[in-house]
Each structure stands twice: as C-alpha cells, then as structure tokens.
C-alpha cells in the first residue's frame, strides 16, 4: 500500500511541475504542457445560447473543458477548451437534431483558438459522424459589451459524401447549423 501511494505521489508532483502557458499560446510546446486559460477569456461564451432560423429554433451549450490533444503522437499536450452541444427544435416543438447527452469527448463542436484581427473572434470546429462525417468552421464573436449576444457563421467544409452515406441520395441533405444566426444567452 506504501508503494502505492509514494507512485501516486510522485505522479501528481510530476503533474504538478507541467509547464502552464497563456491561451493565446501559437507555437509548439513542450509534451504535457497545458494551455491554460489564465485570463479566463472562455468564461463569458460558457453557457446556454439560444437562437432561431428557418423556423427553427437552436439551442447551443457552450462549456470549458481541459481537453488533452494527442493528434501529435510526439508532442501531446492539454489545453482549455470551449466545447458545444446543441439541439434543434422546429415550429412545431419537434426535436429534429439533439447531441446534449453526449460526453464531452464526444461534442461535435470544439475549440480551436481566438483571432484577434480585425476583431476578436473564437474559432470552433465541427464533426458529426452521425452525418456522413459532416464537418465545418465556426467563427464566434460577441456584439455586445455585456457579452449576451453571440454572432455565429458556420462554414460547411464537407468534402465528398459517398454511398455508405444515408442520405447520399436525399433530395435534402441535413442541416443541423445554422450558417448565420445572433444567438441570445439564456
């Protein structure tokens, strides 16, 4: 039990000594360091975002997780992340898309970074494997000072859709997003 317990300890001091860099951090970093958000700049998108489009009516949730990012396999690090959930409603009360249950590794829209040029702006990308792998980007900017009102562009980035697709031959395909909306803080 001993032993146990001094591996346990060494492996929290060794987390513990984990470099920590800014949010805004562009380059390379050291294996399993964390880009932390020091400034708390993800705080205010964190939460339920409402809005509505072609008689649809979307409700997004924002959250901040600590993500680990192992696409490099030599140089994996953590990062703080926004992730989104969402769910979609039509006039008629109808639920036609809802991911809300998923676990957080498992959103379908995820963080990348902020732009700050011409303004500030969030960046976030989208993969839905229940769609044909369906992808986009998504740029998040507030418009106000009280940050309670979101402008969202969504970009479809899809590339091919094949036959394995089920909606290969659909006259419609899905859209579960919205390519331009204001959404409103709940």
């Given amino acids: 039990m001993?032993?146990?317990l001094i591996i346990i300890s060494i492996h929290l001091i060794l987390l513990s000594c984990a470099q920590v860099y800014p949010l805004n951090?562009?380059?390379d970093v050291p294996t399993d360091?964390?880009?932390?958000?020091?400034?708390?700049?993800l705080i205010p998108y964190e939460g339920t975002w409402k809005g509505t489009w072609d008689n649809k009516t979307i409700f997004i949730y924002l959250k901040k997780i600590k993500k680990y990012l192992d696409h490099r396999e030599n140089n994996p690090y953590y990062k703080d992340i926004l992730i989104g959930k969402f769910k979609v409603i039509d006039s008629n009360g109808q639920v036609l898309f809802d991911n809300t249950n998923l676990s957080d590794n498992d959103?379908?829209?995820?963080?990348?970074?902020?732009f700050s040029i011409?303004?500030?702006k969030y960046s976030l990308f989208?993969?839905?494997?229940?769609?044909?792998?369906?992808?986009?980007?998504i740029l998040i900017k507030f418009l106000n000072n009280a940050s309670t009102q979101l402008d969202w562009k969504f970009s479809d980035t899809t590339d091919i859709i094949d036959s394995s697709c089920q909606y290969y031959n659909a006259n419609?395909?899905?859209q579960p997003l919205p390519k331009e909306i204001i959404l409103t803080k709940q």
């Fill in 2 to 4: 001993k032993k146990i």
């Fill in 126 to 137: 989208y993969l839905d494997p229940d769609i044909c792998n369906s992808t986009g980007d």
């Fill in 172 to 174: 419609q395909f899905p």
């Fill in 107 to 114: 959103a379908k829209i995820e963080g990348t970074r902020f």
């Fill in 25 to 27: 951090t562009n380059t």
């Fill in 33 to 41: 360091a964390y880009i932390k958000d020091l400034n708390n700049e």
């Fill in 118 to 120: 011409p303004y500030k």
